[in-house]
């Protein structure tokens, strides 16, 4: 599948169901423990969810559509999470489900702990902030599954650094799989 960037977000996706079921394909293909191995020198590695962009943004993209995607990235975590318990070393596997930009969600590796880290740690500057999200569960509103070794941790993300107050933004990540 291609990774194609439709910056718009007017095309209507057609055959979402082949179109999952090629995502769960792709989620079976985690295990693998191969997937887990990336360059030593490397404190991060990723893979982007598969799929076009209007099929998780935009106004043709819906919530059960991206609960199903959303479900599959889990399922690929998840899977490696599996794949890898009881080698000698194995990197930290998470999923990420970023919202509203969820096009950039991906399943992640962390080889380094403080980058990881990085990403869950509370924080407030004169640009920005982050906080845990406590009332409320992603899984829940979406109602995903989470296997037995999955856990979730949500984030929130503001951004007020730029004069320009277009730029200025509020996201949210949900982080699935090893995360605690």
């Known amino acids: 599948m291609s990774r194609r960037l439709n910056s718009d977000h007017r095309t209507k996706v057609r055959n979402i169901p082949r179109r999952i079921k090629a995502l769960n394909r792709w989620a079976d293909t985690f295990h693998s423990p191969e997937r887990s191995v990336f360059a030593e020198d490397e404190h991060y590695w990723n893979f982007k969810i598969p799929v076009e ?28 999470i599996t794949a890898t318990a009881g080698r000698n070393y194995s990197p930290r596997i998470t999923a990420v489900v970023c919202l509203p930009d969820m096009f950039t969600s991906e399943v992640c590796l962390y080889r380094s702990e403080d980058y990881y880290q990085s990403f869950i740690t509370e924080d407030r500057s004169e640009t920005g902030a982050s906080a845990l999200i406590k009332e409320r569960s992603l899984a829940v509103e979406w109602g995903l599954i989470l296997p037995a070794n999955v856990q979730e941790i949500g984030i929130t993300l503001e951004y007020y650094g730029s004069e320009d107050r277009d730029e200025w933004f509020t996201r949210e990540r949900w982080y699935y799989g090893q995360v605690t």
């Open 53 to 80: 962009i209007n099929l998780v943004q935009g106004k043709y993209s819906t919530r059960k559509t991206k609960a199903a995607c959303a479900q599959a990235l889990i399922n690929a975590c998840s899977n490696l």
